[in-house]
C-alpha cells in the first residue's frame, strides 16, 4: 500500500499531522497501538482537568456564602467524577475519529515498525510511503529508588481511576503533572505531601508566582519538602514509607498512597527508530525548523524531540512538518509557547522568565501588579489575590508574562501573541481590550 504521508503515533501531535495532511489532499495513513489520542487525550490533558474542574466546583460550593449564595451539604461522588472523565474522553475521541475520516485518513491500529524512511510495517502489511512523521509521544518516568518494585505506587494512570480518595496521599516529584494531581486530592480532603527534588515547585515558571501558589497551597493543609531526595521506600499492608534526605539530615513519612511524578521521557524504543540513523545531540533528535530529520523526508514532532513536551507545542510541529510537505512555506518557532499549571488558582507563563533572563545575561525590566488591580477578577475572587508580571527589553520590547490567578489559562495567549510578534509595551498598549475582564490586568501592568 502507497501513501504520501505515514504517520507514527496517534496523540495530539500525530493525529493533527494526519488531519492537516488530510486536508491538503495528500493520501495519509495514520498508525496507533493503543488509544487515538494519545497520553494527552486519554490520560493527560483531558482527564485531569475534567477531574480539576470538579475539584474546583466542589471548592466553589464549599466557598458560596462568600457570594451570598447558600449550598447545604456539599458533597462529592468521586465514582460520578471518574466516569464523566471517561464520557469526556470517549466524546473527544470520537470527535478525533470523525474528523480523521472526513479528510480521508486511513487509521490503522497496531504496532508499526519502521523498516526504512519510506517502508512501515504494521499487522502484516507493508506500508511505502514518500513522507514519514514520527509521533511517539512521552512515557512516565519511573526513578530508581530502592525499594520501589516491592511498593505499589501510583502513576498518573491510577490516579485517574481513582474511586475512593486516599487518607494521605505523597507525592514524589512538584512538577506540573504532580501539583494538579495534589490539587485535586486536597480539594477531596485528602492529607497531601509534595516532595520536590528542586528548591522550588513547577520548575520552570517564574519562581516568585511559584512561591506565591506554594504558600497558597501550605495555607490549605498541603505539606511541602522542598531540596529533598527519596532515597528509599517500604511497604506494610496498609501504607508506604517513605525515606528521606535533605539538608537537614534525613527523615521519613508514612502514606496510604504514594504517586511518583517525577517527569516524562520521550518514547524512542519498540517500533523501529533505530534503523533510521538519525542525528542526535544530547541524547535528542535533530531536526530543522521545518522538524526535518537527518533524512530529508523523515519528521520528528512532539515529546520525541525532547524539547518542549506539551500538546500544544506538539500540534504547531505537526502543522509545520506538514506545511512543508505541502511546499508551503512554515518554520517553527519557540518564542512563545504557553505553559500552564491548572491548579486553583492556576498559573500560567509565556516566553522568558526572570531566571531564563539572568542566566542569558540579557537586560530587562519588570512590571508587576496584584491581580487586584482587574475589576472583573475582585469580582470573582473574594477574598483571593494573586499576581501579573510582565518583562520586558531594554528596547520595551515584549520578552516574557506570568500569571497567577483565575484564568490565567485562558488569558496568557493574548501575551504568547504579544510576544510572538515581538511587540513593543506601547504596541501592545494600544490595543483595546474589554472591560470588565480579567485580562485587563496585562494593561493595567504595561
Request: charged share 20%; hydrophobic share 40%.
Amino acid at each position: 500500500m502507497n501513501y504520501q504521508v505515514a504517520i507514527i503515533g496517534g496523540g495530539p501531535a500525530g493525529y493533527s499531522a494526519a488531519e492537516a495532511a488530510g486536508k491538503a489532499g495528500l493520501s495519509t495513513v495514520l498508525f496507533e497501538r493503543q488509544n487515538l489520542g494519545g497520553v494527552c487525550l486519554n490520560e493527560g490533558c483531558i482527564p485531569t482537568k475534567t477531574l480539576l474542574y470538579s475539584a474546583k466546583v466542589f471548592d466553589s460550593a464549599r466557598q458560596a456564602s462568600k457570594y451570598g449564595v447558600g449550598v447545604e451539604k456539599v458533597s462529592f461522588d468521586l465514582p460520578k467524577i471518574i466516569a464523566r472523565k471517561q464520557k469526556v474522553v470517549r466524546k473527544l475521541v470520537l470527535g478525533i475519529k470523525a474528523k480523521l475520516s472526513a479528510h480521508g485518513v486511513t487509521l490503522v491500529q497496531g504496532e508499526a515498525t519502521i523498516l526504512s524512511p519510506t517502508t512501515v510495517q504494521c499487522a502484516g502489511e507493508t506500508y511505502h510511503c514518500r513522507h514519514l512523521i514520527i509521533c511517539t509521544g512521552s512515557q512516565t518516568v519511573i526513578p530508581s529508588i530502592e525499594g520501589i518494585d516491592s511498593v505499589n505506587y501510583w502513576t498518573h494512570h491510577q490516579a485517574l481511576e481513582c474511586k475512593e480518595p486516599p487518607a494521605s496521599l505523597t507525592v514524589v516529584g512538584g512538577g506540573v503533572i504532580g501539583m494538579e494531581f495534589a490539587s485535586f486530592f486536597n480539594s477531596l480532603g485528602t492529607k497531601v505531601t509534595v516532595i520536590e527534588m528542586m528548591d522550588e515547585i513547577v520548575g520552570g515558571m517564574d519562581k516568585e508566582l511559584a512561591a506565591m501558589l506554594r504558600a497558597d497551597y501550605t495555607k490549605r493543609g498541603i505539606v511541602f519538602l522542598l531540596n529533598t531526595k527519596v532515597v528509599s521506600l517500604s511497604q506494610n499492608k496498609q501504607d508506604v514509607t517513605i525515606y528521606y534526605e535533605h539538608e537537614a539530615g534525613t527523615g521519613s513519612i508514612t502514606t496510604e498512597k504514594i504517586l511518583m511524578s517525577v517527569g516524562r521521557r520521550p518514547v524512542t524504543r519498540g517500533f523501529g527508530l533505530e534503523t533510521l540513523s538519525l542525528v542526535t545531540e544530547h541524547g535528542r533528535i535533530t531536526v530543522d525548523k521545518q522538524m526535518r530529520t537527518s533524512q530529508p523526508n523523515v519528521y520528528v514532532c512532539g515529546d520525541l524531540t525532547g524539547f518542549s513536551l506539551l500538546a500544544h507545542t506538539a500540534i504547531r510541529e505537526a502543522e509545520v512538518a506538514v506545511n512543508t510537505i505541502a511546499g508551503k512555506e512554515d518554520a517553527m518557532n519557540y518564542r512563545a509557547i504557553p505553559a500552564v499549571v491548572y491548579t486553583n488558582p492556576e498559573i500560567a507563563g509565556v516566553g522568558e522568565t526572570e531566571e531564563s533572563l539572568r542566566q542569558k545575561g540579557v537586560r530587562y525590566h519588570v512590571s508587576k501588579l496584584p491581580m487586584s488591580f482587574s475589576g472583573r477578577f475582585v469580582a470573582e475572587n473574594e477574598g483571593v489575590n494573586g499576581l501579573c508580571k510582565i518583562l520586558a527589553s531594554e528596547e520595551n520590547i515584549l520578552l516574557g508574562a506570568h500569571i497567577l490567578g483565575n484564568p490565567a489559562s485562558e488569558i496568557i495567549a493574548l501575551a504568547a501573541t504579544a510576544i510572538e510578534q515581538q511587540l513593543t509595551v506601547d504596541q501592545w498598549k494600544r490595543v483595546i481590550f474589554p472591560h470588565p475582564s480579567v485580562c485587563e490586568i496585562f494593561r493595567e501592568v504595561i
